[in-house]
């Protein structure tokens, strides 16, 4: 395995900044859904038909990033992939029409597959492993600081639409600063496969990828439906169930710069089972009944 090449720690910045308008867009059919559902008309299931839009969109961008990346620099994919979410974000925008859901799904999936591939290929050349987690814990900035802008949008008679706006222009600014700093990522695939490296034979740290994907989604749904089960089971307001999701979120980009730190102090294999069990409490939780939550909540 080469080792990762040494850059700047503005290029380290670029990056963090990217991954973080990478978080943006996720908290809108999540911590806005009660609302945004509303405006469209749609039953509260309908996210879950727009997130397989959107994965199969991102898994098809993931598919082309290869030939894409031997044909254009990496800023140009950076630059088209954040076209794409732009788009999604101004068809969110745009009208009442159920069809606008779906192409902006299909958009936001094809944007947001590039871009985390392109910045992934990136950094696993150039970032050390603990850069490497704090650049997946800056995600976890992007879609807190998103689900917070809804969460307080809510509050306000222009509802979800001007979080909505104020993300876009986050969004935008992200853009122009990378496209700015373009010349930075001018490099492009040189053809090379590591995955020859172990000579084709499955290891045993391979079994753990299903595990991987199986928490992946398990994260995945709970930050679309958390807020949709906070108004429709406990009865909160949009704008608290968004809050409830906001803190969902920040907990995911604290663990995500937690793991980085505590790397030094705790093996893979503790920290993996340590992250089980926390997940498995925190789901646990959701399953306390009703009225117990309200004798606690009393009590204290």
């Known amino acids: 395995m080469t080792k990762p090449v040494k850059i700047g720690t503005f290029i380290i910045l670029v990056n963090f900044l990217i991954y973080i308008g990478l978080g943006l867009p996720d908290a809108i059919m999540g911590s806005a859904w009660p609302a945004v559902r509303q405006t469209y008309h749609v039953n509260v299931d309908y996210v879950g038909y727009l997130t397989m839009i959107s994965l199969a969109f991102s898994f098809i961008s993931t598919l082309l990033y290869p030939r894409l990346a031997k044909a254009m620099t990496m800023?140009?994919?950076?630059?088209?992939?954040?076209?794409?979410?732009?788009?999604?974000?101004?068809?969110?925008?745009?009208?009442?029409?159920t069809i606008l859901l779906i192409l902006a799904s299909v958009a936001l999936?094809?944007?947001?597959?590039?871009?985390?591939?392109?910045?992934?290929?990136?950094?696993?050349?150039?970032?050390?492993?603990?850069?490497?987690?704090?650049?997946?814990?800056?995600?976890?900035?992007?879609?807190?600081?998103?689900?917070?802008?809804?969460?307080?949008?809510?509050?306000?008679?222009?509802?979800?639409?001007?979080?909505?706006?104020?993300?876009?222009?986050?969004?935008?600014?992200?853009?122009?600063?990378?496209?700015?700093?373009?010349?930075?990522?001018?490099?492009?695939?040189?053809?090379?496969?590591?995955?020859?490296?172990?000579g084709g034979k499955l290891r045993g740290a391979d079994?753990?990828?299903?595990?991987?994907?199986?928490?992946?989604?398990?994260?995945?749904?709970?930050?679309?439906?958390?807020?949709?089960?906070?108004?429709?089971?406990?009865?909160?307001?949009?704008?608290?169930a968004a809050n409830a999701t906001t803190l969902f979120w920040a907990g995911l980009m604290v663990g995500r710069f937690l793991t980085g730190l505590t790397t030094k102090w705790f093996s893979n294999k503790q920290l993996i089972l340590g992250h089980i069990v926390l997940t498995f409490g925190g789901m646990g939780l959701l399953f306390v009944p009703k009225a117990l939550m309200s004798r606690l909540r009393t009590s204290f």
Request: charged letters at 10%; a negative charge; one cysteine or more.
């Open 207 to 240: 079994c753990l990828l299903p595990i991987f994907y199986f928490f992946y989604s398990v994260e995945l749904v709970v930050g679309k439906y958390l807020s949709s089960y906070a108004v429709d089971r406990l009865k909160l307001s949009d704008s608290l």
């Open 109 to 198: 999936g094809l944007g947001q597959g590039a871009i985390d591939i392109a910045v992934n290929d990136y950094a696993a050349k150039h970032f050390t492993s603990g850069l490497m987690s704090i650049l997946y814990g800056m995600y976890g900035v992007g879609v807190t600081l998103s689900s917070l802008i809804l969460a307080i949008s809510l509050l306000f008679p222009t509802g979800w639409r001007i979080g909505v706006l104020i993300i876009g222009v986050l969004q935008l600014l992200i853009m122009l600063f990378v496209y700015q700093t373009r010349q930075e990522f001018a490099e492009k695939d040189n053809g090379s496969d590591t995955a020859t490296e172990t």
């Open 75 to 97: 800023a140009s994919i950076m630059l088209m992939s954040m076209g794409f979410v732009m788009i999604g974000i101004l068809l969110l925008l745009w009208g009442q029409a």
